[in-house]
T-cell receptor
């Protein structure tokens, strides 16, 4: 079964607001997590990743938070822009999992309202 | 441009046709992948090649036949497909085999009539 999923399939936010996309995972052995962004007509693109020895990691306008206690992952996007409209996927893997161990969630569609 | 180019971008075929999808990466990566993306389903790994040697075949039906002549090119040969095979087929590459950070192409949208 699928161990990685998303709470909401669609998220609509106002331009300039912050967005939070959530992801739950069930595999306790997972120690690596990654977010991808897929714009319309394009393939998924790497955004940010985090290892299980960290709780938080920041990038440019994006922050990933990891709560291992409740097996929860979130992606925060600050001051959303029209270009942030896309489907966002979380994925997990475990040490030694390799290509076969990389498990993707179904995705959340982020819509930016003008 | 992502560095991974897929052709054709759109393909419509009948169930008795034979067609091929092509993928080319210009990144000098050593591993290449085929994924299937269906509506409302997670990405499904189909095939993995490491230095042009196949390492994974995730129970994919034989009507899908991959080919990797070198580490820069990857093909997916299609034969006697079913309508449920209609999906977006994504090619990806990574510098090392089994890496989690993949560079994806834009995909080939396949419709089987």
């Amino acid at each position: 079964g699928e161990s990685v999923g998303l709470h909401l399939p669609t998220l609509s936010v106002q331009e300039g607001d912050n967005s939070i996309i959530n992801c739950a995972y069930s595999n306790s052995a997972s120690d690596y997590f990654i977010w991808y962004k897929q714009e319309s007509g394009k393939g998924p693109q790497f955004i940010i990743d985090i290892r299980s020895n960290m709780d938080k990691r920041q990038g440019q306008r994006v922050t990933v938070l990891l709560n291992k206690t409740v097996k929860h992952l979130s992606l925060q996007i600050a001051a959303t822009q029209p270009g942030d409209s896309a489907v966002y996927f979380c994925a997990e893997n475990y040490s030694g999992g390799g290509a076969d161990g990389l498990t993707f969630g179904k995705g959340t569609h982020l819509i930016i309202q003008p | 441009e992502t560095g991974v180019t897929q052709t054709p971008r759109h393909l419509v075929m009948g169930m008795t046709n034979k067609k091929s999808l092509k993928c080319e990466q210009h990144l000098g990566h050593n591993a290449m992948y085929w994924y299937k993306q269906s509506a409302k389903k997670p990405l499904e790994l189909m095939f993995v090649y490491n230095f042009k040697e196949q390492t994974e075949n995730n129970s994919v039906p034989s009507r899908f036949s991959p080919e990797c002549p070198n580490s820069s090119h990857l093909f997916l040969h299609l034969h006697t497909l079913q309508p449920e095979d209609s999906a977006l087929y994504l090619c990806a590459s990574s510098q090392l085999f089994g890496a989690n950070v993949l560079t994806f192409g834009a995909g080939s949208r396949l419709t089987v009539l």
